[in-house]
């Protein structure tokens, strides 16, 4: 028990590996909410008119909504106007973003080296482009010429708004609308960067695309917005990862993730996420506030949401999927750990529209410290989804008698035709298990690393496999010697 | 207040009324009719905003007119008519509860071991007053609308008491008769306690006697003291003009097993709240539930099962099977509080939907909160097994056989659960004349004629 | 007697039988060997109108009734029964609730009043002995927690019971031991009558061993290319499907 207690120490006092700031010229714009800040973020973005006025209607929607209330989180109090909306590290002459890696401050490509994301090709790991974004500002994407040759576009929302307006007008806004949720509407408000992917008829994206997001200013929000579409017959797997500095105070990251996957397209999606969790108190953190849907309009599209959420103070997330074309599947993998006073709420919504859809969720929570862990899901199978199925399996993994574990899954079928399985289980690592491996020479805390790890194996092996080394020792990282 | 409509008629009622309402009960119960009437007042009924009451338009059902017998005249009837589906094979006591009234002229002769009461609550609380009003509302909570409602206007129902180490060994069979040549609106309250070591199988059935609108709402409360054993049985065999809300708590001390079974075959629309306190350790709770449904009747099972300490067992499964329009909910929690450690329990909800129309509703959730526990639970929603269904016509059984056999065996889980088995036998028979189409021909309920 | 003319059937769009011709006179058993694939389990249970296969041409006709017409329990009635390869577990249905109504319905088809519940009890107890039949399992949901053996012997038994006058026995042997392949084959042929006629599908010789066989079907590909006398069985049962092929010019 001693040993055990030691532990739980240890991993209490386990240090966020990416805390660190970056010490950079940030033009960052006046605190507070109004329409002159929405403007004035337009304007820094050289947007085109429609895109103001998209964003004016957001922001005068929103101001008719109340924050909602939170089933199972302690929510601080988020003072909107304490925020800045606007934070640019790139320092730019003009308004079109570095073109080189030359034009570059030294000192991001510092930042996302030691993240481990070089943003110099040549030093690239094998097979992935990135966009890097840094606060509200796309810093660099990698191989965006290579890609273009196969008519793949991919940069910056920024950057596609200028560029492509027609695409992004068709289907900005298109799967959610600004009108879907309070952080819908702020985020349609006030968004600052993320990606642009269009995959073209009948492409197989021939690189894995990533985009890697980094909060480092103080008291500024994130507004990550980003935008896929996958064309008829095309294939496109892609991939987000983000960190940010330990600060004392919450940080606001309030994203929006789009995907539209037609006719026989196929789209994956996985996040591993590891912003700055705050401190073993439970001071400071990145409130995680994300709206991620996909939609599959086309019959026989496929679309599968990855997710490893390690960190943030609060995240509530349920990355969704509107099964409307004929013989879609969607599939939902999840892992979700939470430690010291973290709290996660997430899962997905399945609705079934289109006939013969196939849904699979596949979740798996593990709380440790004083943390709050809980799974909230919907399958929702219409009037005309004649043949529906969905499974979902839903386990939660108690790592010490302080924290929470909660499964809130809601089936809603209106089609007889339809077969909808639901299980879940909770239960802690078994003593036997841990003697077992002991036994074996295996010390308690490289146990239950082994042990957690196994228990996650279904969702981590759907991750590209260098996100999945990258994932599994995160895991490794978040819960070393969490046994109660 | 958006359905102020709906909570005026009972606000009005209750303040022009009150003296009566209060003349014809007993001082217990009129002690707490002030308070609820004030939550009712401030929290009015629950919209389906309201998680809890997500499935069921709570405003709705209680909008339409109905008379209440709030001056206790007496409706003329006899149980034995009104009656006759009996168990056969199961001697029980046999006693009648009359809309919301306890029926004191056909009493079982048999007497009953010292000590033990059943009877009229009104008149139970005015006999004595120290033990009822020791449980009386302790645990039923006033917050949710239905509970105040029925606190502030019941005026009678059933008081069953079990004193120490006292086994009653025949079944009591309380028989719910809803009769009226108007609409009526009943508010029945149950009181159950056992004491320590004490033991009882309790039959409730609901049965309508009139083809009239009724709408009732019930409250049992259920005090299974150290080490007892009861057993609840809920049969619901009304018609479709016929609106059940039923709250049920209960609290649980250490080593006490309690089940509850709750068989919805025929009726309207019907809300059953279910909340199981595990409040001493080594206490189980077997919470089953079957509900056969079709053309438009609702059916809507909400439970919490909490384990507020160590050491305590829980299992619990619903079946549902939906035809034509019907409408299925089912939301079961699982609460385990910080320190209920070595807590077992399992959850199951399958649901048959056998129409196109058919809508089923289901939600399993867990809520834990400490570490050495096994929960899991299960959901399904789904149709026969075909496979099953071809080997059975292969063998020369008629489809429409085949799917009676199936759809009977799907129910006969939660009804293998009963611990009483002329009740089994008898209830396997019922859940097969219901699917047969037949139970309505029984003759035992006058609107199902 | 059982004619099958040209028939041909698909699963799934996918066509498996590809013109089968097949003549069983009343008292013949004939045995289908072939290899995985070949279409055998298709052939029978089309026969038996299993819903998830699509007859798309052909005729199959049973003493002069359209069987592909005919419902699956309207087989049945006409006299055909099939082991099942893997017979179906019913969780919930008791073997005697299960076996009654089939007893029952057949009766009624034949315009014979119920079987009483003795009297049916009393028929059980006769036709499992035919199979050593544990009683225990009577007693249980059909085919549920039973072994492969006894899956295999629960499916002669009913045999036993509905006393049909076609047969197909669907790799009936599979998964059994020498001592239930004994049993279950013995078990079958106590139940012959001169009238019953069989179709055995097998990869193995030693269950013809003991049903002596009239003729040999050979499937490949979905359809039946060579046919033959018992020494047909044993030779494949020596060499192989390798040669037949070659002879066929597959």
Known sequence: MEEKNEFVKKVASQKYEFGFTTDVQTEIIEKGLNEDVVRLISAKKNEPEWMLEFRLRAFRYWLTLEQPEWGHLDMPEIDYQAISYYADPTKKKDNNGPKTTDEIDPELMKTFDKLGIPLEERLALAGTAVDAVMDSVSVKTTFKETLLEKGIIFCSISEAIREHPDLVKQYLGSVVPYRDNYFAALNSAVFSDGSFVYIPKGVRCPMELSTYFRINARETGQFERTLIVCDDDAYVSYLEGCTAPMRDENQLHAAIVEIVVNENAEVKYSTVQNWYPGDENGKGGVLNLVTKRGHLRGANSKLSWTQVETGSAITWKYPSCVLQGDNSQAEFYSVAVTNNYQQADTGTKMIHIGKNTKSTIISKGISAGKSQNSYRGLVKVGTNADGARNYSSCDSLLLGSECGAHTFPYMDIHNNTAIVEHEATTSKISEDQLFYCNQRGIPTEDAVGLIVNGYAKEVLNKLPMEFAVEAQKLLSVSLEGTVG | MENLNSEKQYIDLYQSCSDIIAEHSSEVMNALRAEAFEKFCKNGFPTQKVERYKYTDVPEAFKPDYGLNIKRLNIPVNPADVFKCDVPNMSTLLYFVVNDEFYTKAMPKTGLPDGVIVGSLREASKLHPELVSKYYGKLADTNDSVTALNTMLAQDGLFVYVPKNVVLDKTLQVVNILRADVDLMSNRRVLIVLEESAQARILFCDHAADDRNFLTTQVIEVFAGENSSLDIYELEETHEKNTRFSNLYVSQQAYSNVLHDSITLYNGTTRNMADFNLDGQGAEIHSYGCAITDSSEHIDNNTVISHNVPNCQSDQLYKYVLDDKSVGAFAGLILVKKDAQKTVSQETNSNLCVSKEARMYTQPMLEIYADDVKCSHGSTVGQLDEMALFYMRQRGISEAEARRLLQNAFCSQAIEQIRLEPLRDRLHMLVDKRFRGELNKCGGCKGCK | ?250
């Open chain 3, 1 to 250: 007697m059982l004619e099958i003319k040209d028939l041909h059937a698909s699963i799934n769009g996918k066509e498996i039988l590809k013109g089968i011709n097949l003549t069983i006179k009343d008292g013949e058993v004939h045995a289908l060997m072939g290899q995985n694939g070949a279409g055998k389990s298709t052939l029978s249970n089309v026969l038996v109108g299993h819903p998830a296969y699509e007859v798309t041409q052909g005729q199959a006709i049973y003493n002069g009734q359209d069987l592909l017409t005919m419902k699956p329990e309207e087989r049945s009635h006409a006299g055909l029964f099939m082991s099942f390869q893997t017979p179906i577990e019913i969780p919930g249905v008791s073997m005697v609730n299960f076996m009654r109504a089939a007893v029952n319905e057949k009766r009624k088809y034949r315009g014979e009043e119920p079987l009483s519940a003795s009297a049916f009890l009393k028929l059980m107890r006769e036709k499992r002995a035919i199979v050593e039949l544990d009683s225990k399992l009577a007693n249980r949901s059909v085919n549920e927690g039973f072994s492969g053996g006894e899956k295999k012997r629960n499916e002669i038994f009913q045999m036993a019971m509905l006393e049909p006058t076609f047969a197909i026995l669907d790799e009936t042997d599979s998964g059994l031991d020498v001592d239930a392949l004994r049993i279950v084959a013995e078990g079958f042929n106590k139940l012959r009558t001169p009238q019953t006629s069989a179709l055995v599908i097998t990869h193995y010789q030693r269950l013809l061993d003991y049903l002596k066989p009239d003729i040999i079907h050979v499937l490949i590909g979905g359809q039946i290319v060579k046919t033959g006398g018992p020494e047909l069985a044993l030779e494949i049962d020596e060499k192989g499907f390798d040669w037949i092929k070659a002879e066929a010019g597959l």
